[in-house]
């Protein structure tokens, strides 16, 4: 099974220390495609100036990886993730599986697994064409993506990964971005997305500290 991600200079140290050394750890008998990008945000932060080019460019990648002839599944994931195991899901009727962002009904355009199907081509075919006609320099897929589902677009079959085992502290907070404050982490966690906080250095932090909570447990 192939593993995409993607980086630029702004979480070179995120994909090196966390994403990087956690795939090698846990999951390296899994193939690993990742693309380094031009820094086009000046922060790589969310919303920040060019981060919808950034994400312009995440949907082309996983665009261009979804091989029809290939009839295992595949994880993309953003590089701000790291693995405790390996991943358990089976993706049965399903065509794609997202991670559990929290709030109900969103899901999570940074983590997910996919069949390599022609009806998950169409859809980020339909992702990209909307998010082009909407590029207004802070747009992101995650919206693109849950609009869709909320117009009642099915012609692919969805669900969400468990969240206690595919988390963010945002399950912890009770959806509050983190910034420092105690957080409880799952003993069946197996991937860690360090969303729901704000900025390089805490999400460096937060990717830490999770993982020194898991390592206790």
């Known amino acids: 099974m192939k593993i995409v991600t993607f980086y630029s200079d702004s ?16 999951l390296s008998h899994h193939r690993l495609i990742s693309k380094k990008i031009e820094q086009i945000s000046p922060t790589g932060e969310y919303e920040s100036t060019g981060f919808d080019k950034s994400m312009l460019e995440k949907i082309n990648l996983v665009i261009d990886n979804i091989d029809l002839n290939d009839p295992e599944p595949f994880v993309y994931s953003d590089c701000d993730v790291q693995f405790f195991g390996d991943l358990d899901f089976k993706i049965g009727d399903d065509d794609i599986i997202f991670q559990n962002d929290f709030f109900p009904g969103n899901h999570c355009a940074g983590f997910f697994i996919a069949k390599q199907n022609q009806k998950v081509l169409d859809f980020f075919l339909t992702v990209k064409d909307r998010f082009i006609k909407l590029m207004d320099g802070k747009i992101h897929d995650q919206i693109i993506i849950n609009n869709i589902f909320f117009e009642g677009y099915d012609k692919i079959k969805k669900s969400m990964l468990p969240s206690d085992k595919y988390w963010t502290s945002a399950f912890s907070t009770n959806g509050k971005p983190w910034d420092g404050q105690e957080i409880k982490v799952p003993s069946e966690l197996i991937m860690h ?3 729901f906080t704000v900025g390089i250095k805490n999400k460096l932090l937060l990717l830490e500290e999770v993982k020194k909570l898991k390592n206790k447990i």
Do not use: C, G, P, T
């Not at 979480?11 to 956690?22: A, G, K, M, T, V």
């Open 11 to 26: 979480h070179l140290r995120i994909y090196n220390d966390y994403f990087l050394e956690s795939y090698k750890k846990y």
């Open 193 to 195: 997305h360090a969303n």
